[in-house]
Every structure is written in C-alpha cells, then in structure tokens.
C-alpha cells in the first residue's frame, strides 16, 4: 500500500501560481509511476501530469507549457508547479501511484493509489 496526500492548494487570480505537493509514505518513487489529475463536479477525471522513475514526464496538452513536475526524495515529495492559471483551470487536484509495469501515462485506469486531493479555485 501507498499512502498519499495532497497540499498547496487555494485561491488565485488568473495569470497566478501554486505549488502542489503530494507527500508519500515511503520512497514511493523507486516502485510506483506518479501522475497528477484533477475533477469537477459532474466530470469525469483528467489526467493532467505524469513522472515515470526515471524522471521522464508527459502532460496533458491543456497544461504543456504552463505545468511542471519536480520531486524532493529525501522528503518524498512530489511537486506540480501550476504557472499562468487560468479559470478554467479550477478542480480538485490529486496525486495518485500506478504499479503498472509500463509507463501509465494519464490513463486515469491504471492508477491504483490515490490522496485526498486538494482544491484549487482560479478567478477571474
């Protein structure tokens, strides 16, 4: 099992910032692909950022170019940096862990861990 939890979210203007963090229970980066993928109410899920353990990352296109990822392994934390934010941008955030033997990507169905995600609300 993988415990995650998520942080870093709140309110900005568009055009702002934020940091998310999703803290694991172990060093949860030597076995699992990370992703990161966010929900409205009434939605179904997107995957939005993923981070294979050899530090390859992919992201969905309605974010390539504004968002990041980075990680502390000492701390075993995962980072997505959101730049430009827009409204449209506003969900709830959540990181997740995927012990699929390929490279999950944003297959929101081959994550098999999950936090208990963070929210983010962008105005504009």
């Known amino acids: 099992q993988v415990e995650l939890s998520e942080s870093g979210g709140g309110s900005v203007q568009s055009g702002g910032s934020l940091r998310l963090s999703c803290k694991t229970s172990y060093d949860a980066y030597r076995h699992y692909c990370m992703g990161w993928f966010r929900e409205v109410p009434g939605w179904a899920p997107e995957g939005i950022a993923a981070r294979e353990t050899d530090g390859s990352t992919s992201f969905a296109d309605s974010v390539k170019g504004r968002f990041t990822i980075s990680q502390d392994p000492d701390a075993n934390t995962l980072y997505l940096e959101m730049n430009s934010l827009k409204p449209e941008d506003t969900a709830m955030y959540y990181c997740?862990?995927?012990?699929?033997?390929?490279?999950?990507?944003?297959?929101?169905?081959?994550?098999?861990?999950w936090g208990q995600g963070t929210q983010v609300t962008v105005s504009s």
């Open positions: 997740a862990a995927s012990s699929a033997g390929a490279f999950p990507g944003l297959e929101v169905s081959a994550y098999h861990y």
